[in-house]
C-alpha cells in the first residue's frame, strides 16, 4: 500500500549505508519529517536482510557513498521499493541493476527526497536528470536493434520483469502458465543478448523499449 507523506498513514522507512555519518543525516532528515517512521539503520555488510524479511517496510533509502561495494547488493530479493542516493552517474547503472527504481543526488534536498519515496512506495520510476545518461540510449546503439524483434507479449513480459516480479506472479497478471513466462523470458534474453533477467532490463532501458 502506498503511504503518501503528504497524508495521515505512515511511511515505514530504513536506512541502509555504510558511511555512520551519511546514516546518521538522513535519520535526522527523515526523523523530523511527519508521518515516517525510522524502522532501523544498517550497515551494507551487516544483517540487514532480516528487516526486510521479517519486518512490514515500505521504502529502503539506499545511501551508496563515495565508493560503494562491488558488486552491490541485489535489493530487489526483499521485495521493499528503493531509492538509492549517489555521488555521481557513474554508479546509477549498477543502482538500476541492483533494483533501485528511484535514482538521486546525495546532497538532494528533503523536498526531493521525500518525492523520491513517495514515487519508489508508489512503484514508481523517478531519475535526476543528471544521473539519467548512462541508462538512456545511446546513438547507434546495437540494443536499439535488437528489441525492434520483441513481440507484444514478449515486451508484456519485460516491462513485469523490470518490475521485479518473479514469473509466478507475471503469469498470473498475463493469465498465461509460468511455463510460457518462462519460455518468454529465455527469447527475451537471447533477443537482447543478456545473460540475466537483470541484464535484459538495463539493455531494453537503454534501447529505449522501457521508459525512465
Given at each position: 500500500m502506498w503511504l503518501?507523506?503528504?497524508?495521515?498513514?505512515?511511511?515505514?522507512?530504513?536506512i541502509l549505508a555504510d558511511d555512520p555519518l551519511a546514516r546518521a543525516g538522513l535519520a535526522m532528515l527523515l526523523g523530523g519529517q511527519t508521518n515516517y517512521i525510522l524502522v532501523n539503520q544498517w550497515h551494507s555488510q551487516s544483517d540487514w536482510q532480516t528487516d526486510i524479511e521479517e519486518t512490514p517496510l515500505d521504502v529502503v533509502v539506499w545511501d551508496l557513498g563515495w565508493d560503494p561495494p562491488e558488486p552491490l547488493p541485489d535489493m530487489r530479493e526483499g521485495g521493499v521499493p528503493v531509492v538509492a542516493l549517489m555521488s555521481n552517474e557513474?554508479?546509477?547503472?549498477?543502482?538500476?541493476s541492483a533494483g533501485?527504481?528511484?535514482?538521486l543526488r546525495r546532497d538532494s534536498g528533503v523536498e526531493k527526497l521525500k518525492l523520491g519515496i513517495d514515487a519508489a512506495a508508489a512503484g514508481l520510476i523517478l531519475i535526476d536528470p543528471t544521473l539519467a545518461t548512462p541508462l538512456l540510449p545511446q546513438p547507434g546503439n546495437e540494443d536499439t536493434l535488437l528489441t525492434e524483434s520483441l513481440t507484444n507479449r514478449e515486451q508484456q513480459v519485460l516491462y513485469l520483469l523490470a518490475e521485479g516480479l518473479p514469473n509466478k506472479?507475471?503469469?498470473?497478471?498475463?493469465?498465461?502458465?509460468?511455463?510460457?513466462v518462462k519460455f518468454h523470458v529465455n527469447a527475451i534474453m537471447t533477443k537482447l543478448g543478456a545473460q540475466s533477467r537483470t541484464e535484459a532490463v538495463v539493455?531494453?532501458?537503454?534501447?529505449?523499449?522501457?521508459?525512465l
Amino acid at each position: 500500500m502506498w503511504l503518501c507523506s503528504d497524508g495521515m498513514d505512515e511511511m515505514r522507512l530504513l536506512i541502509l549505508a555504510d558511511d555512520p555519518l551519511a546514516r546518521a543525516g538522513l535519520a535526522m532528515l527523515l526523523g523530523g519529517q511527519t508521518n515516517y517512521i525510522l524502522v532501523n539503520q544498517w550497515h551494507s555488510q551487516s544483517d540487514w536482510q532480516t528487516d526486510i524479511e521479517e519486518t512490514p517496510l515500505d521504502v529502503v533509502v539506499w545511501d551508496l557513498g563515495w565508493d560503494p561495494p562491488e558488486p552491490l547488493p541485489d535489493m530487489r530479493e526483499g521485495g521493499v521499493p528503493v531509492v538509492a542516493l549517489m555521488s555521481n552517474e557513474g554508479f546509477a547503472a549498477a543502482a538500476w541493476s541492483a533494483g533501485a527504481k528511484v535514482l538521486l543526488r546525495r546532497d538532494s534536498g528533503v523536498e526531493k527526497l521525500k518525492l523520491g519515496i513517495d514515487a519508489a512506495a508508489a512503484g514508481l520510476i523517478l531519475i535526476d536528470p543528471t544521473l539519467a545518461t548512462p541508462l538512456l540510449p545511446q546513438p547507434g546503439n546495437e540494443d536499439t536493434l535488437l528489441t525492434e524483434s520483441l513481440t507484444n507479449r514478449e515486451q508484456q513480459v519485460l516491462y513485469l520483469l523490470a518490475e521485479g516480479l518473479p514469473n509466478k506472479n507475471i503469469a498470473r497478471q498475463l493469465a498465461i502458465s509460468e511455463h510460457t513466462v518462462k519460455f518468454h523470458v529465455n527469447a527475451i534474453m537471447t533477443k537482447l543478448g543478456a545473460q540475466s533477467r537483470t541484464e535484459a532490463v538495463v539493455r531494453a532501458t537503454r534501447a529505449g523499449v522501457i521508459m525512465l
